[in-house]
């Protein structure tokens, strides 16, 4: 590496660092505001209906930008091992009821088919939570209204789970299949192009593999590879170690 690209990846590197404080800073004022728009919901009936439709557009985008800050501070925050035996079919299931009312909204009918077996791996629960969401946000997201959206998990062989999400919506062009795992690419108005990067960032942690298939105008199936044995042999030894 030339000196010229050491000094850049510093920059970088300091940059990222001061985004994430900003951010994290962010999370305070933020807060205010949504108690006190909080407090105007509750009294919506004593304000005019103009004042009304301000406050939930203010709500609207103050969720927003609370899911664009978690996506930078999940995107930049270091590595902790929190690894514990946990249920992917109960995960999913979370995943599942807090995600079904967003999808209600759309009249989109979601459909989940657990495989029978209680597949139990050695993950961090609150990671695989956020990778599931967002990966049911965009199904969500590219479906139209009475789109539909099936959620599975099922086996592979004796150590592998395959949890799958399939919807029947516009699908991703071909010229962009190359594209959706990058960093900061996204084609949302506005998107930071960091969920999928960061969910396949969240995965490789534990030795599992993100992958999807395409096709436009017909919808998109993403799908996850888990090796089950490896992520137990790894938490044994991380444990032994510890």
């Not at 728009?37 to 509750?42: A, G, R, S, T, V």
Request: with cysteine; glycine share 6%.
């Amino acid at each position: 590496m030339s000196t010229v690209d050491t000094v850049q990846d510093d920059k970088l590197k300091l940059l990222g660092k001061l985004s994430a404080s900003l951010v994290h800073d962010l999370r305070n004022p933020l807060s205010v505001i949504k108690l006190n728009l909080d407090y105007l919901k509750m009294v919506e009936n004593e304000l005019p209906s103009e004042a009304n439709e301000s406050v939930v557009v203010c709500l609207d985008a103050l969720e927003r930008i609370q899911y664009l800050i978690d996506d930078i501070l999940t995107f930049t925050r270091k590595n902790f091992n929190d690894k514990k035996a946990c249920s992917i079919n109960g995960i999913t299931k979370s995943a599942y009821d807090i995600m079904r009312t967003n999808a209600e909204r759309k009249n989109i009918k979601m459909v989940l088919q657990l495989d029978p077996s209680d597949f139990v791996g050695y993950y961090d629960k609150s990671k695989l939570l956020q990778v599931f969401i967002n990966l049911i946000t965009n199904a969500i997201e590219s479906c139209n209204t009475n789109g539909e959206i099936k959620i599975k998990t099922y086996s592979e062989g004796a150590n592998y789970l395959i949890w799958e999400i399939r919807d029947n919506g516009i699908g991703i062009r071909e010229e962009n299949k190359g594209k959706i795992f990058q960093d900061f690419y996204t084609n949302k108005e506005k998107g930071t192009g960091l969920g999928l990067s960061v969910c396949k960032m969240l995965l490789e942690e534990s030795n599992a593999v993100l992958d999807f298939e395409s096709t436009y105008g017909a919808g998109t199936r993403f799908f996850i590879k888990f090796n089950l044995l490896l992520e137990k042999e790894n938490a044994e030894i991380q444990n032994t170690n510890h």
